[in-house]
């Protein structure tokens, strides 16, 4: 029945968008919004996703929905309290294996001693693409650049398959196109990076890839699928938004920040340790 | 017992290297003699015929890829030394007598006796593929190979610093006393000059910026190439702020808003640094750099140094994640203090 009318049907709207076209931007804006994005390509013909980008969410406090609650240093009130977030875990909870779940836990209330954040360690993958930095994306033909801000943490996407030589905080991606995304596929890490500061961790068995896919000129769509057998049940997936910084003279600052966590790391070895 | 560490001398390695320099250079270019210390970049030869710096697809002069700057060259011209450039006879002299002296016997016990086997942490230069240098120095203005003279100001600024480190207490007495380098914060990235290990680069072009990673410490230069002012006065790092062009086929970059802190060769907050990169041949860059500075040194100075195709990929120098030592020389430090205490009490009540 339907496709006997197809061609009629597909004829009257091609008419109507022309009228539509001809007598009113309306539908002809709303007919293009319909399309998947094409992002403007590069010199050699890739989807064009250089640009500074940040996340906007409260995911590197928890990757989890969560409510507002204080910081950890009741001395900083409500300067370092947390922020409520709807989390970007897709239909979550994250399936931890209970050992794993009991983990993430005693990570959680140990956090002071255990976050690599406090310490300034290198965030991992994918905690580094949510931290509260942003982050630049440099393309060419062969190799595709995140630098961060946090830590000065940088990833090499290898378009032309590279293996690793050993595990790593920030693992060994390789990446390629389909059609309009970046999928980069990312493997050899170590066990040491956690996903946020709720003590969510991963083993060295990490398998992480992401999915990166203009939505429009300053939004990506990010999404990365997570497996890990030795901690979770089976793969898992979080997404979120990343913003473009559109300020004209954004660039990447330094923020070296060895030089805050050295009291942390070393203090207690101090001729005078901290108060 | 022994506090010897050292692997056997260097000197034994220089003859090696002395011979294969001397060797006429194969048309392939680099000498695999099955093992990595001794790849060698060829020298251009003269008839070589002339070499146009390939495009990337911006058409830019393509600079990417992996490069490398491991050189026995020195920033300053060595005492004694008066010639700009040596032979490959002088050259390799002049490397034999340092592995000599690196390797000198001394008397078992004593801390002359203490040698660290360079190889073993890659200290050893050789290890890596060598650009050959044969200048002496690697600054060539002013001529005698040497940094100017520092300004009154610069001499004040120094002594002030020391007096502050003084103040500051023994080196082991908390992780600020030691060096940037020993604590992973930093360990002068930029002027590129050669680190002790690591000396490798990688450079990739995307629209409107020029990327240099430098190995050692995953530092990642992002250099905006649009012309763009620097950042305001108020925003200073190590690594400074950074703008790029291009001359011709050469990579201009332009680099002030120091910190306090770096103090590249006694220099100031107000160090202006110029480096050019320029393409010589399909394995070969020549990098140069102008150093100003007129709150440190009575003139500026130049210096520059050949660099080659290097071998990748780059691997995550994760420097702070695996700082070992500095916990291990603080703990010493510690335990010694309570010995000392100890024997002290000990001998007060005898």
Redesign the interface.
């Known amino acids: 029945m339907r496709n006997r009318y197809r061609n009629t049907i597909a004829g009257f709207a091609g008419l109507g968008v022309l009228i539509a076209l001809i007598l009113t931007p309306t539908p002809y804006h709303a007919q293009t919004q319909a399309q998947p994005y094409r992002a403007p390509r590069t010199k050699d013909g890739k989807p064009d996703l250089n640009g500074i980008w940040q996340a906007v969410n409260s995911a590197n406090w928890d990757i989890e929905g969560h409510g507002a609650a204080p910081g950890p240093l009741w001395q900083l009130g409500a300067e370092f309290s947390v922020p409520p977030g709807l989390g970007v875990v897709e239909a979550g909870p994250i399936p931890y294996k209970p050992e794993a779940l009991q983990k993430k836990q005693e990570n959680f209330a140990d956090r002071m001693n255990r976050d690599p954040e406090i310490k300034c360690y290198l965030p991992g993958v994918p905690r580094a693409m949510y931290m509260p930095y942003p982050f630049q994306i440099i393309t060419s033909p062969q190799h595709i650049m995140m630098a961060f801000e946090y830590a000065g943490a940088v990833r090499t996407v290898y378009m032309n398959h590279s293996d690793a030589p050993a595990d790593s905080w920030m693992g060994w991606s390789n990446g390629h196109w389909e059609g309009e995304t970046l999928v980069v596929d990312t493997t050899d890490f170590n066990d040491l990076s956690w996903f946020d500061r709720a003590g969510n961790y991963h083993s060295d068995a990490l398998h992480v890839v992401e999915r990166f896919t203009a939505a429009d000129k300053d939004h990506l769509n990010y999404e990365a699928t997570i497996e890990d057998p030795k901690v979770f049940t089976r793969p898992w997936k979080i997404s979120m938004p990343l913003y473009r910084i559109v300020e004209k003279n954004a660039q990447i600052l330094e923020d070296k920040c060895v030089e805050f966590s050295e009291e942390v790391l070393y203090g207690k070895l101090a001729k005078v340790p901290p108060k | 017992m022994s506090q010897r560490l050292i692997a056997p001398p260097g000197a034994i390695l220089a003859l090696i290297l002395i011979a294969v320099f001397l060797m006429p250079s194969p048309a392939a270019g680099q000498l695999k003699l099955g093992t990595n210390a001794l790849n060698v970049a060829p020298a251009p030869s003269a008839e070589a015929k002339p070499w146009a710096v390939g495009k990337?697809?911006?058409?830019q002069p393509d600079l990417?890829g992996y490069w490398t700057n491991n050189t026995m060259t020195p920033l300053q011209r060595p005492g004694g030394v008066t010639k700009e450039s040596y032979t490959k006879e002088e050259f390799f002299d002049a490397l034999k007598k340092q592995a000599e002296r690196d390797g000198e016997e001394a008397t078992p016990g004593t801390v002359e006796d203490v040698h660290y086997d360079h190889s073993q942490f890659g200290l050893d230069r050789t290890q890596g593929k060598l650009t050959p240098n044969l200048r002496t120095s690697m600054i060539t203005d002013p001529t005698d190979g040497r940094i100017p003279p520092m300004t009154q100001e610069g001499k004040k600024r120094a002594a002030d610093l020391a007096a502050q480190k003084r103040k500051q207490?023994?080196q082991?007495?908390?992780?600020?006393n030691l060096s940037t380098t020993t604590?992973?914060?930093?360990m002068g990235a930029i002027p590129m000059i050669p680190p002790a290990y690591n000396n490798n680069y990688?450079i990739?072009?995307?629209?409107?910026?020029v990327?240099i990673?430098v190995e050692e410490?995953?530092?990642?230069r992002?250099i905006?190439m649009d012309g763009?002012p620097h950042?305001p006065q108020s925003?200073r790092?190590?690594?400074g702020d950074s703008r790029g062009h291009w001359e011709g086929n050469t990579l201009v970059i332009e680099t002030t808003n120091f910190n306090d802190k770096v103090a590249f060769q006694g220099g100031s907050r107000d160090l202006k640094l110029t480096e050019r990169l320029t393409r010589t041949g399909e394995d070969t860059m020549k990098y140069e750099f102008t150093v100003e500075d007129p709150h440190t040194w009575t003139q500026p100075w130049k210096a520059e140094m050949p660099v080659t195709k290097g071998v990748g990929?780059?691997?995550?120098h994760?420097c702070?994640?695996g700082?070992y030592s500095?916990?291990n020389m603080?703990?010493a430090?510690?335990r010694d203090?309570k010995k000392a205490a100890e024997a002290a009490a000990k001998k007060g009540n005898q």
């Open positions: 990337t697809p911006d058409e990417q207490g023994a082991y007495d908390q992780a600020e604590r992973c914060i930093y990688q990739v072009q995307g629209p409107g910026y990327m990673l410490l995953h530092e990642t992002v905006p763009r950042a925003v790092s190590w690594l990929p780059i691997f995550e994760a702070n994640e700082n500095m916990s603080l703990a430090a510690r203090e």
